[in-house]
């Protein structure tokens, strides 16, 4: 990628802070990530942890009296700026999303062919019968038999599976340039989840799509996307080629991660918790947010956030990042500083 032309999407600097229950509350701190055109990006983390909020920033969609700081920049355009309009023509045209769960987000009382078509005959004075004929094509494309079929039929007639296709097929009908997917899979089985991905990678590498996949899974992100995002309690942690996850990672809680999954051909082997419990963005105090959880967390970690800096191949918060509780050759440090 050209680093002299312009980022697809960028976030420089976000915070975002809302008003409950009578007070201001930060939930996201800062995020700092920038999406090429034609990459795709993961952005893991816990539940709570700002994923979907940072999505929803992309696309305007925060809650009513959110306050931004910072700038959200689509192709160089600032969408925090933007008026009605032109919000409009972005989640149009532009940026699509495609949410966790389908049945959340699609009208249970009209057909799947009105869902698919009204964004083509409102937004873009298209023919009903010319909205239709794309419909049935992108169905097919996303691995639903009988379209013609499936156009007639409501929401509660399909499967989850199918209902995921379908919002697949609606985000890619706008012929966007961008896909924010957000935790798409989770509700999914896992035979599933692996067919709803591949047709996701497949239209993202044929259309020169970008995307922001926003999940849980740090092996799924990693074996689809080019670099990986951590984030953790409203803040980005880590950034990474997605290739050096695994072998290079070095902020604590990215390698607490890893070292908490099950590992293929390990045996019976216990998993490794961490410890503590994961806190909301609005609990966090002048320091590391993860420093109360980190066994090599010093003074400094409890005092002072650590900056997003380059480290390696990537970019870590942290003030000791060599220090991590799992270094990249698989030892255990965690022992020399508890």
């Not at 009296?65 to 700026?81: K, L, M, N, Q, Y």
């Amino acid at each position: 990628m050209n680093p002299t032309t312009t980022p697809l999407l960028q976030l420089d600097r976000l915070r975002v802070t809302l008003r409950t229950r009578g007070e201001q509350r930060t939930v996201i701190h800062r995020v700092d990530l920038t999406v090429w055109a034609g990459s795709a990006v993961g952005l893991v983390g816990e539940s709570g942890s700002g994923k979907s909020l940072t999505a929803r920033s992309v696309l305007g969609l925060l809650p009513p009296g959110a306050h931004v700081e910072g700038d959200v920049r689509f192709d160089g355009a600032s969408v925090t700026a933007m008026d009605p309009t032109a919000l409009r023509t972005l989640r149009s045209r532009d940026v699509a999303m495609i949410y966790q769960d389908p049945r959340a987000h699609i009208n249970p009382l009209r057909t799947i062919g009105d869902f698919l078509t009204e964004g083509l005959v409102t937004t873009r004075a298209e023919r009903r019968t010319s909205a239709e004929a794309k419909a049935e094509e992108l169905l097919r494309e996303v691995g639903i038999a009988d379209a013609p079929r499936r156009l007639r039929q409501r929401p509660a007639e399909l499967s989850g599976g199918l209902l995921q296709r379908v919002m697949i097929a609606a985000a890619l009908l706008g012929e966007p340039r961008l896909l924010l997917a957000d935790e798409p899979t989770t509700a999914l089985d896992v035979t599933t989840q692996a067919e709803v991905m591949a047709i996701i990678d497949e239209a993202r590498v044929q259309r020169g799509l970008a995307l922001l996949f926003i999940t849980h899974d740090l092996a799924l992100a990693s074996a689809v996307c080019d670099s990986m995002a951590v984030m953790y309690a409203g803040s980005m942690v880590e950034h990474l080629p997605a290739a050096r996850l695994y072998d290079n990672s070095c902020h604590p809680y990215t390698r607490a991660l890893l070292a908490s999954r099950p590992a293929p051909g390990a045996g019976a082997q216990p998993l490794r918790a961490i410890d503590g419990r994961p806190l909301s963005a609005f609990e966090t105090g002048p320091g590391c947010a993860f420093a109360p959880r980190c066994p090599a967390a010093q003074d400094i970690c409890v005092t002072e956030r650590p900056p997003l800096d380059p480290v390696g191949e990537g970019r870590a918060a942290c003030h000791f990042p060599h220090l991590s509780p799992t270094g990249t050759n698989g030892t255990d440090r965690s022992a020399r500083h508890a």
